[in-house]
């Protein structure tokens, strides 16, 4: 009789999930075999120029919105209706906010990065803020509506228009400044579609009292920047901070190191942070309906990120070597040790991004920005203190570093507050279980990484069910929700 509600929320998780997550993993696939190929065809050198200012756009993406977007994924989720009104105002701050960043970057940025490598790059990334401001709103707009399939054929479609317009461009012997052209060029076209789609294709009644809403909304959302926009900043810096200050002082060889085995640590985020953006707003729909569906939620998403993330972590790690090359080609070697260590970051972060979402869909963003600033000083220290002995592998170890602590951090927080902890002993001890696996086979009795994956996935299953920590109900369960939902 309980399991009902539960297997209805879970079958609208998986079916929201797999329409955005299948469309979103084919943009992904085509953009990473873009950088797979540039760093096949640029030198060392090109390459991690091209993983600067990439690094830098990344990092300003949401800067026109001032961290609203959170608001805004927020407020379409709990009242939908109103979504004219909420593009409106964010629409209001992102257009002249877009526009007086620009032109400070076009300034700045030239004065930051001086090597002639970098020159014309910045400035089209400078550019390309203005058409970022109009799509960081929509795109939370479109989240908080659960339009996720929407969004996802716009960003297929524009990843795509990239990728061939990238191709011709190195086909033709083009420079990195071409592919920021090309970039600028697609996220153009990118904000008129949207803004097209709202016009004809999405009911929005602007009438005299809804400009009045808006007002009032805009207000709202002023008085909500100073957090917001705090939470933005210091969480994309330290998200990107490594590979700026790499940029910063070592030579872009290290930072091409670097950028290689980070690309494989985004595409290894990409489903987590796609289960993010649905996350957030039902976490936001079912903190007002239902907390206990909510409390549910939280601890089963948690537990099933750790389940299924570790074996993968496990098995990434002993192959970073065979994997880096693979990819990537002989040259970024190097680059092995740094993808191990990533890797394991890439499992403490998804787990952070779930007890993110649950603060700020509780209201805790005031909370959450002050755990955000202190792990940002965390791991500045730690990359002034690190890089210097040890290069790019000294940035990717701050990284870690920091991603345990901010996760152990947040955890705490929100126990002490909501009185929800995810992580119990019948969630960790399967953890600890592949750890002391892994080092028995390898540590003493010298299995190599093609037999230890041979073994370990099997006896995995066999523990989880043993112990009871799946039972054999849950799997039944499952594969006819999933079987359900196509």
Not at 105 to 121: A, D, E, F, M, S
Request: charged residues 10%.
């Amino acid at each position: 009789m309980n399991s009902s509600p539960n297997n209805a929320l879970g079958a609208k998780i998986i079916t929201r999930f797999a329409s955005y997550g299948g469309l979103r993993i084919i943009s992904a696939g085509f953009s990473f075999f873009l950088l797979q190929y540039l760093a096949r065809t640029l030198t060392t050198n090109q390459f991690g120029g091209y993983a600067t200012v990439f690094s830098l756009l990344m990092l300003l993406t949401q800067l026109p919105l001032l961290g609203l977007h959170l608001a805004i994924i927020r407020d379409c989720a709990a009242k939908p209706t109103k979504q004219a009104c909420f593009i409106g105002a964010g629409l209001s701050v992102a257009i002249p906010v877009a526009v007086l960043v620009a032109l400070l970057l076009w300034y700045l940025l030239p004065i930051v990065y001086p090597q002639p490598l970098l020159q014309g790059p910045v400035l089209y990334a400078a550019a390309v803020i203005l058409p970022l401001g109009v799509i960081a709103v929509f795109e939370a707009a479109f989240i908080g509506l659960q339009r996720l399939k929407t969004l996802a054929l716009f960003s297929m479609a524009e990843v795509i228009a990239r990728f061939i317009g990238s191709a011709i461009i190195l086909t033709n012997g083009g420079g990195i400044d071409g592919l920021f052209i090309i970039f600028l060029i697609t996220k153009i076209i990118l904000s008129v579609s949207f803004l097209v789609f709202w016009r004809f294709f999405i009911p929005s009644n602007l009438s005299v009292n809804n400009w009045l809403r808006i007002l009032i909304i805009l207000k709202s959302y002023i008085r909500k920047i100073p957090v917001f926009a705090g939470i933005l900043f210091v969480s994309a810096f330290a998200l990107r901070i490594d590979t700026l200050w790499l940029s910063w002082v070592a030579e872009m060889d290290q930072v091409a190191m670097y950028a290689a085995p980070f690309k494989l640590y985004e595409v290894a985020m990409m489903v987590p942070g796609m289960m993010a953006t649905v996350l957030l707003s039902m976490f936001s729909s079912l903190v007002v309906t239902s907390r206990i569906a909510f409390n549910n939620l939280f601890v089963a998403t948690v537990r099933f990120y750790l389940l299924v993330g570790i074996v993968p972590v496990v098995i990434f790690i002993m192959m970073s070597e065979q994997v880096i090359t693979m990819v990537f080609g002989d040259q970024y070697v190097e680059g092995a040790g740094i993808l191990s260590l990533l890797v394991a970051t890439a499992l403490l972060n998804a787990l952070d991004q779930v007890v993110t979402m649950g603060m700020l869909a509780t209201g805790m963003q005031k909370i959450d920005l002050l755990v955000a600033t202190v792990t940002l000083v965390i791991v500045a220290v730690s990359l002034a203190l690190l890089i210097p002995n040890f290069g790019a592998a000294g940035a990717a170890l701050s990284v870690l570093i920091a991603a345990l602590i901010r996760l152990t951090i947040r955890n705490l927080i929100f126990y002490k507050i909501q009185g929800c902890n995810p992580f119990s002993w019948s969630i960790l001890h399967p953890i600890l279980f592949v750890i002391g696996f892994v080092w028995m086979l390898t540590g003493m009795l010298s299995f190599s990484s093609g037999y230890l994956i041979m073994v370990l996935v099997p006896c995995y299953l066999v523990y989880l069910v043993v112990t009871r920590v799946v039972s054999r109900e849950e799997v039944v369960k499952m594969g006819q929700m999933m079987k359900k939902n196509g």
